[in-house]
């Protein structure tokens, strides 16, 4: 049998109880912060001609709580 489709929190609440349901949670924990990179890049970078250095990205961890939201949830839920 095939992970179940959860799109909304009436097919998560469906999955109360489950092993499945714990496993989701935890992914909905694990959306609440993405990485962005916050490096600063000259005008022109990446282009054809850019001749300046090489810039290494800068990764952060940035809130995001939009998809928690969708499911109905809020950050002190996952306290």
């Not at 916050?38 to 998809?67: F, K, Q, R």
């Amino acid at each position: 049998m095939g992970s179940p489709v959860i799109n909304t929190r009436e097919d998560l609440d469906a999955l109360a109880g489950t092993p499945a349901y714990g496993t989701f949670i935890e992914y909905l924990k694990g959306s609440m912060t993405r990485k962005q990179n916050i490096a600063v890049y000259p005008d022109g970078y990446g282009m054809p001609g850019y001749e300046g250095e090489a810039i290494e990205p800068i990764w952060s961890d940035i809130e995001d709580l939009s998809t928690i939201h969708r499911f109905g949830f809020d950050k002190s839920d996952f306290e």
